[in-house]
């Protein structure tokens, strides 16, 4: 069995000397230390010192000592030779500019989500500190320029990391197991902690649940001395064991880490204890509370650190294959009444935005809202454009959905339609080279000239593609089917099953486990982009995501069909973690929060929300017009894509950044084969993704003894029962949701979050006129809605909506088939019962528990009734009353087990204290307060009889 190692240095103070840092780590319970060594008579290289040893309290607190009495100068008595300089809860890197280099430290952090027992952070505040000292600074003019655009990044807007999962890989690889574990021969053996010698430490908490690290009060004199004793056992080697615990540390995704430009300096040479991962983009979460059962729905949005910039400073693609303003976004839903994610059930379905993959940009030199779109490159082979879906295949397996969302038809000028235009030509000059079921899949939508009609709702039109793109993709599930999914015999819901979640039973190589695991993997992405990847993108995700929620939903079995309605809690809390997950990006790329907004696309949106989209706008074209240049050139510094020196031009002299993230010996290089722009190995995988069958550790696995070591023990890393914690916090249950039901909207036909209010629905019924073509499925249908249409607004066009190879899913049957697939035998056919020839059995009418759950009802067992008869006794016997109101002797004598004697609930007395211990008690304040006093006679007399038979 393997489990993700915890990253063990949480705890970092760093303390200061002329000539040396010293930055001492440790984890949450104080047992393990580390000492890093950074020299600071260096101006300009980092000279880091790491001898990868554990230290113990007494250890580190020896040598801080030693140190302080080392650096103090020649008859100093007043002072300190050591400085504790900021405590801190990791090391985000180092950075150096002109001159020497400067570490980066996060002070205050925020819990924003937890994913099993795994606990999510947000960074809010953190320090820079110039590491060489001041007798050694060679001073450069340009310096706090460079410092000033470093800044213009602020890393406390959208930046996370975890200290143990890795937010830089989807739930389904890192849930997947790790190649080649069991066969390593070079393990390191570790043995377990006991937490039971550990004292309680207390913690300050600030406001709103920032947590500082100033706040942090730990007293060292309170761990006890049989600390050590701890530790020097777990040091001891122990003899091998049979069954181990593997602790694996994954190989990040190194396009989503944002702080590897300051990590390249010194991860090679120090513990990976001190490594701390950092991603940007959104991470919310909320809780969909079903009838008491807490069930937490999170979104990630991991931002690329590749061709990263601002809006209309990068477009399109560059030679590596990376796209402007791509982000990955996973949709996690998970039953947290149970927090261990080997236990637990947990879905996750993910689905990626990028700009349109061809060298393409807009002349930003004009003052106009929308500059012309012009192709700046010709690229007739598709050689980026390759790159780019090549490194999808990889990672996400097949079909490859793309979802282009620009305008097929404009009246003035060709505008956005020619990127559609080149995009349509490149993905079918690289499908000649693919097999057909491996094929990219194109599907076309014109969301905005859709949106125009008065009488079309974008949502019904977009749900035939949402369904399609959810069932051929699938979505990650934990857990085996449950029963009722797996009982029906219909070749219908088998096939059902079988398309939305890619179930691979019995193959041990596509699975990634044992035979018959029955596991729900996804295979394939989704791949949606408009021309800013901002405003039709979020709301294209969001009616996916939806779909793949009704069916992740389903799988858990609280709902009783995939399908969820506007208007429930359920879908309103889902609405606003897109809704904040679009704004955020758009105030990353764009500038500005989303203009257009889901419920703008809904036609559901007040009459105020008009001027807030005018606002918007203005906000995003000064951004634009007069920001966006120096946050780029910051971006570009941050990342590491401009490295300042001396004798190189500045970053703001440069007349552009082309060649930054385009470095011109790539731009010139040949494939090798012309046709064959994939890599051949993963067709040995397709359609499982294969960077997940091919999943390698990053360190030699840890050989542990007990799973409950600290180095994989999540449930203490969660609980922190070494700490005096208030356990309301820790009950998942309790988390706190942006969404709240409004008084009006109380009226209700339950508590259910997946049900429409009465408010809601009796307006939706008065404003519901008659379907004009009920039989929505697949492109047919939409064209003759397009057809119906035409006559009511002039806007409609008589072509299809929808344009592709791809066929789209009839919704209506699917909707029908899973809201009467929970068991063979119910009536899903109303005429069915009109029919005269057939007989309605009572069977039909009531089916039994096993054929619903699969469980028997049994008699209980006869040892199982004498222990139900023998609490019911003493329950009884306890509780009963005589005839005048006293209570009845009970049968059983319960002996009360304490030292005193009133100890209730209410009431303590407190025991006698001899005369004796009040003196002793005396005694001891006494020393306390005064200093020790000269021992009496007797007490010399003994001591003196003991040395002397030392001596002899």
Known sequence: MEKPLINCMQRIVLYETKSRFYVVGSNNAETRFRILKIDRTESRDLVIHDDKMEYSLNEVRSLLSTLNVGNKSRGQKVGMGLTRTVSAFGIVGFVRFLEGYYIILITKRRKVALIGHHTIFKIEDTCMLYIPADLHRIAHPDEPRYIKMFNNVDLKSNFYFSYSYDLTHTLQYNMSPTLGVENNADLEVSQSIDYDSIPVLQRQQSAEDVESAADVVVDPQDIREVLDMVVLKRNTPSPPIDGVLYGIKNEPTLKFVWNLYFLNSFRQNVHTDWILYMTHGFIGQMNINVFGKPMFLTLIGRRSNKFAGTRFLKRGINVDGDVANHTETEQIIQDTSILSLTSTRISSFVQTRGSVPLFWSQDTSKMMPKPAIQIDQADPLGYAAGQHFDEMLQRFGCPLIVLNLVKRKESSRKHESVLRDEFIKTIDYLNQFLPEEHAIQYIGFDMAHINKRKKTDVFEKFKDIAETCVRKCGFYYSRPALYCHQMGNKQKSKRLVHDRGNRQEGSKSAAGSGSGSGLCYQTGIVRTNCVDCLDRTNTAQFAIGKTALAYQLYEFGVIDSPRLEFGTDCVK?????????????????????????????????????????????????????????????????????????????????????????????????????????????????????????????????????????????????????????????????????????????????????????????????????????????????????????????????????????????????????????????????????????????????????????????????KANVNIYKKQMQIGVGASQTVADGHTKPSQVELVRKSAFTCDSTTNVTPPTVSKRSKELYKNCVSVAVNGPIYPDLSTIKIYKNYVSKLCQ
């Open 573 to 861: 809390m889902l609405e606003e973690l897109y809704e904040d997950h679009g704004d955020t990006l758009a105030l990353q790329y764009g500038g500005s929060q989303l203009v257009h907004r889901i419920e703008t696309y809904r036609k559901s949106s007040v009459w105020t929300s008009h001027s807030r989209d005018i606002m918007q706008t203005l906000q995003r074209y000064y951004s634009n017009a007069f920001s966006d240049a120096d946050k780029q050139h910051a971006i570009n510094l941050f990342l590491g894509v401009y490295k300042p020196y001396e004798q190189r031009r500045h970053i703001w002299e440069l007349p552009t950044d082309f060649y930054l993230h385009n470095i011109p010996e790539l731009c010139f290089k040949k494939r090798s084969a012309y046709s064959q722009w994939f890599n051949p190995d993963i067709f040995s995988c397709l359609p499982m993704p294969h960077d997940q069958i091919t999943k390698g550790f990053k360190d030699k696995p840890i050989a542990l003894k007990t799973k409950n070591d600290e180095k994989v023990d999540t449930f203490r890393e969660y609980y922190k029962p070494y700490e005096l914690t208030s356990l309301d916090e820790l009950f998942c249950r309790h988390i706190q949701s942006k969404h709240t039901v409004s008084k009006q909207d109380t009226g209700t036909f339950g508590h259910s979050p997946f049900q429409l209010h009465a408010k809601r629905l009796r307006s939706k019924d008065s404003m519901e006129q008659p379907d004009k073509n009920p039989n929505i499925s697949g492109k047919e249908s939409i064209e003759s809605m397009s057809s119906s249409w035409s006559s009511d607004s002039p806007e409609s066009s008589s072509d299809s909506d929808i344009e592709g190879d791809i066929s789209l899913i009839d919704n209506t049957l699917s909707n029908q088939d899973h809201s009467h697939d929970s068991s063979e035998h119910t009536l899903s056919n109303q005429d069915h019962s009109h029919d005269s020839s057939e007989h309605v059995t009572f069977k039909e009418v009531f089916p039994t528990m096993n054929d619903i759950y699969g469980v028997n009802i049994r008699a209980p067992s």
